[in-house]
């Protein structure tokens, strides 16, 4: 094997490193024997498994140094999804390994040994993958805090160890017979443990807009579920099928017209445990459970194009990011007071609505809700229900409160906006595709502008723009469709005009 005089400086290795795995995605692989073919797959894979460690000394330097905020990320975790465009779950073990395999530096200065040294070293052998990394953390996170340090530290090494050769569900099931043999009865698990393992996760919606949930509940928590699902997800009850069967609990339901829905009901557990959960979620709408206040954060709004109104087709956007068909708007509507937004084409470019004081008003933000869908800046996710009205230029630079100078903005990205270097600046574009939509850059400097396409990926679809048309006054139609129309403000304020 050859030795090659290598560079110590970081950023040169990368490059070298990425100049090389462009050769060997490029170069023949038919001059090698069946054996090399073998060595040559292995030895790749063993780099890749040390690059999990690099990636980790990587990120865990931007996040310690705040490096992220130079590209626009409020957080390091924004900036794995923003920039580097990685998923939730690759972003959590990123993270993860981050946390777990480098060398952090205390609030003190002084540094840190990685909290599984083990791991870290078999990561820097090239033995354990990312994923085996994911599987030893959760075990790791599963010990009870009741277990004194020296052995949680024997147990990570141990796993770690045997991690060499096990595949990643291997690795689990060892994990899982450490974690019965460190705590057999459960006994050690206290409230504190409990806790801080308790959580629900709303995943994203897949191509059916169907939504997966995951859920750890505390003890108490899954008490008093199971006890409301024993009346509302009877057989029988909150049946979407039937339109005779009884809605609400069955403690307030007629026990003969109860058993004779029942007969009707051919839905699993899991189907009533479903409609069981929607029944009460409706009837916590119907009762104020999304509040009286005026923040329309706080109510249901909607957003549509005109097309998908008429046809009842296709699919409309909340304001916290949700899809729900057309169809289905008309049954949401029967138990909220929400707001129904639409326009007439693609673009949905406000032209005009302006206002004299500091705060945008609720038409105003409306407005930017069809418009932009949540916070405007590239790559970021946050949805319209946790954004702010953001001035361009700030309100305290004279910046109007006029729909043509405001933007969505969370508010990590409101407060980045800055006239001094290191911060960014805003405006709403007067040209080119993207026409009407906020553009981000760093500030002074000439790079073209950027517009967040994570929320909106279909106004970068070549054919999507084709689908959508409509004739007319759309002012007329956008107003006719509403569901229902706002209540009209004080004569010569809040004049909304969209593009025909």
């Known amino acids: ?100 395999l480098s060398s952090l530096v205390a609030f003190s200065g002084e540094p840190l040994d990685p909290t599984l040294p083990a791991t870290a070293d078999a990561v820097a052998d090239g033995d354990l993958s990312l994923d085996h990394v994911a599987e030893i953390v959760d075990v790791i996170d599963a010990i009870p805090a009741a277990i004194p340090a020296d052995v949680k530290a024997r147990a990570e090494a141990e796993l770690a160890e045997v991690a060499r050769t096990l595949t990643p569900e291997q690795t689990r099931t060892a994990g899982k017979r450490i974690l019965a043999h460190l705590d057999p009865d459960g006994e050690l698990t206290d409230d504190t443990d409990r806790a801080r393992s308790r959580g629900v996760t709303l995943a994203p919606q897949d191509r059916r807009l169907m939504s997966a949930i995951s859920a750890k509940l505390t003890p108490a928590a899954r008490a008093k579920l199971e006890a409301l699902l024993v009346l509302w997800a009877a057989r029988g009850m909150n049946n979407p099928d039937d339109e005779q069967s009884p809605s609400g609990s069955s403690a307030n339901v007629d026990p ?37 206040g005026t923040s329309l954060s706080s109510q249901l709004v909607v957003t549509a194009s005109l097309d998908d109104l008429e046809s009842r087709s296709g699919v409309a956007t909340t304001a916290t990011g949700t899809r729900v068909p057309v169809k289905d708007l008309v049954e949401i509507a029967a138990d909220a007071t929400p707001w129904l937004e639409v326009f007439a084409n693609a673009s949905a470019q406000v032209l005009y609505l302006g206002r004299g004081k500091r705060l945008a008003s609720r038409a105003q933000r409306l407005a930017l809700f069809g418009r932009d869908r949540g916070c405007t800046a590239p790559g970021c996710t946050v949805p319209w229900s946790r954004t702010q009205a953001h001035h361009m230029p700030d309100w305290q630079d004279g910046g109007p409160t006029d729909v043509d100078h405001l933007g969505g903005a969370c508010g990590g990205h409101n407060r980045s906006v800055d006239t001094k270097p290191g911060g960014w600046e805003t405006a709403v574009l007067q040209s080119g595709p993207f026409r009407g939509r906020v553009g981000w850059r760093p500030t002074g400097s000439s790079e073209p502008w950027k517009v967040n396409h994570a929320l909106q990926p279909e106004k970068i679809l070549p054919t999507f723009g084709e689908r959508v048309t409509a004739s007319g006054s759309a002012v007329e139609k956008w107003l006719s469709c509403r569901i229902p129309a706002p209540p009209p403000g004080p004569p010569g304020t809040d004049v909304v005009r969209y593009p025909a």
Do not use: C
């Open 256 to 292: 003969e017209a109860l058993a004779v829905a029942a007969e009707r009901d051919t839905r699993s557990q899991s189907q009533r445990n479903h409609d069981a959960l929607e029944a009460m979620w409706t009837f916590l709408i119907a009762n104020g459970g999304l509040g009286e």
């Open 1 to 100: 094997m050859t030795t090659i005089e290598l560079p110590d400086n970081p950023l040169e290795l990368a490059r070298l490193r990425d100049q090389v795995t462009q050769k060997l995605a490029a170069v023949s692989l038919a001059g090698l024997s069946d054996r090399e073919l073998l060595v040559a797959s292995e030895v790749n894979e063993r780099s890749n498994r040390r690059g999990v460690g690099v990636d980790a000394r990587l990120f865990a330097e931007v996040s310690q140094r705040g490096a992220y905020r130079l590209a626009g990320s409020q957080m390091p975790g924004k900036y794995l999804e923003g920039q580097l465009r990685l998923s939730a779950r690759a972003r959590k073990q990123r993270t993860d390994a981050a946390l777990s």
